[in-house]
């Protein structure tokens, strides 16, 4: 009885979380020290369109990139407040992370190999072309700013640790942290071992070792 209104109630702050991620954006004005917070004008001219375009994009994936896109998440589904939420995977300095060696393909990834694994995994759905004008317009956005329905099994979010630390420090949306650690990790567990989409290329990961223990394959 006592494991199964844990089960209830993980499911309904689930459903309570699902829903507050898509409520529009709220300003973190309580840590202005973190670079992001404030919007900064668009370029003039060719770039500036390029970082108009990209925003769109990454804020209404399916709509903007319906080529590339195989479920009903944007990116910022995942990448809260335009990408500019702390500890919430923000963008903010994005642009000198990469390039990055990833275990999980055991390869040197540039940032364009990044967002396409975003594509591939948690958008389910296919690589842009790296000379694209959709490539390029998230791009642009990434460095003058701040630098099946849902995501497959090879989506970073579908992992157990990974999605119980996102949901304890940042939902539900503009609450974050108001959930005991137990509470966030029982949210993580019913939501990311929901059946998904599977990932073609999963055989392909870690081929060096290095799996994580919450790998959902």
């Not at 642009?95 to 967002?115: H, I, M, T």
């Not at 317009?137 to 579908?158: E, H, V």
């Not at 071992?193 to 994580?212: C, N």
Request: glycine share 8%; hydrophobic share 40%.
């Amino acid at each position: 009885m006592i494991q199964q209104e844990h089960r209830v109630r993980a499911a309904m702050i689930a459903l309570a979380l699902v829903t507050c991620c898509f409520c529009p954006p709220i300003t973190a004005a309580e840590d202005d020290r973190y670079p992001g917070w404030h919007d900064a004008p668009d370029p003039d001219g060719p770039v500036g369109d390029a970082v108009a375009f990209g925003r769109r994009i990454l804020t209404h994936t399916p709509a903007n990139a319906p080529a590339y896109s195989g479920n009903a998440l944007n990116c910022t589904s995942c990448h809260l407040d335009s990408g500019r939420s702390r500890w919430a995977a923000p963008w903010v300095g994005i642009w000198g992370v990469f390039p990055e060696y990833r275990s999980r393909n055991a390869k040197v990834n540039a940032l364009q190999d990044r967002v396409n694994d975003c594509f591939e995994r948690s958008l389910n759905g296919q690589p842009l072309p790296l000379e694209s004008r959709e490539m390029i317009g998230i791009l642009a956005y990434m460095q003058s700013l701040w630098g099946p329905k849902s995501f497959n099994i090879g989506a970073g979010m579908a992992r157990l640790d990974t999605a119980a630390a996102f949901v304890k420090v940042s939902m539900p949306f503009g609450q974050g942290g108001s959930l005991r650690e137990q509470e966030a990790f029982d949210v993580a567990a019913f939501f990311t071992r929901q059946p998904r989409p599977d990932f073609a290329g999963k055989l392909e990961d870690w081929p060096k070792g290095g799996k994580p223990d919450d790998a959902r394959y």
